[in-house]
T-cell receptor
Framework: DSGVTQTPKHLITATGQRVTLRCSPR?????VYWYQQSLDQGLQFLIQ???????AKGNILERFSAQQFPDLHSELNLSSLELGDSALYFC??????????????FGQGTRLTVV | AQSVAQPEDQVNVAEGNPLTVKCTYS??????LFWYVQYPNRGLQFLLK??????LVKGSYGFEAEFNKSQTSFHLKKPSALVSDSALYFC???????????FGRGTSLIVHP
């Protein structure tokens, strides 16, 4: 168990809908990353938050947004969902941001299926 | 920009044989390299990392990785494969200036009994 908790584990929704994925980082970790894993794209970095503030952005669509709350949990909001958004979404956390020699710890992911 | 390549989508090996999962990287500065493993329906688990020092890094579950600066490679190895090692393996890199971990596309390791 990595200590990173993601809910829900599975989500099935229709095209055009909006969903929210939740991540609770390891106790004491201030930095949260979101990644999307799909068969054709591999593991793609979406966005990073550190202590409540957006720190870095990757290949995140405008239909997607995220935030990190004062208790350090994070939510990833996906709207106007398309079939191509079906993927496994991972959250990872680490103590601080910008420490090159530390490893991030991953949650078990949320499998999103858009039908 | 940093990047990682895992040239093999799948590696097949017989149980008891040595295994190698390949990874090459591209960075402009000093690389910080990581290996993760993903079992079915699970998140990524950290295996080992290279920061500096000895080019041979030992990690969890008997895995080790060899850093080769001249070949810009960081191959994952294990002397004797187990069926339970069958999983998806990811190589990742970080470098100064772009500290976001960049992952390879993953290599599926299948160990046959």
């Amino acid at each position: 168990d990595s200590g990173v908790t993601q809910t829900p584990k599975h989500l099935i929704t229709a095209t055009g809908q909006r969903v929210t994925l939740r991540c609770s980082p390891r106790s004491g970790d201030l930095s949260v990353y979101w990644y999307q894993q799909s068969l054709d794209q591999g593991l793609q970095f979406l966005i990073q938050y550190y202590n409540g503030e957006e720190r870095a952005k990757g290949n995140i669509l405008e239909r997607f947004s995220a935030q990190q709350f004062p208790d350090l949990h994070s939510e990833l909001n996906l709207s106007s969902l398309e079939l191509g958004d079906s993927a496994l979404y991972f959250c990872a956390s680490e103590v601080v941001a910008g420490m090159l020699n530390t490893e991030a710890f991953f949650g078990q992911g949320t499998r999103l299926t858009v039908v | 920009a940093q990047s990682v390549a895992q040239p093999e989508d799948q590696v097949n090996v017989a149980e008891g044989n040595p295994l190698t999962v390949k990874c090459t990287y591209s960075v402009s500065g000093n690389p910080y390299l990581f290996w993760y493993v993903q079992y079915p329906n699970r998140g990524l688990q950290f295996l080992l990392k290279y920061i500096t020092g000895d080019n041979l890094v030992k990690g969890s579950y008997g895995f080790e990785a060899e850093f080769n600066k001249s070949q810009t490679s960081f191959h994952l190895k294990k002397p004797s494969a187990l069926v339970s090692d069958s999983a998806l393996y990811f190589c990742a890199v970080r470098e100064g200036g772009s500290y976001i971990p960049t992952f390879g596309r993953g290599t599926s390791l299948i160990v046959h009994p």
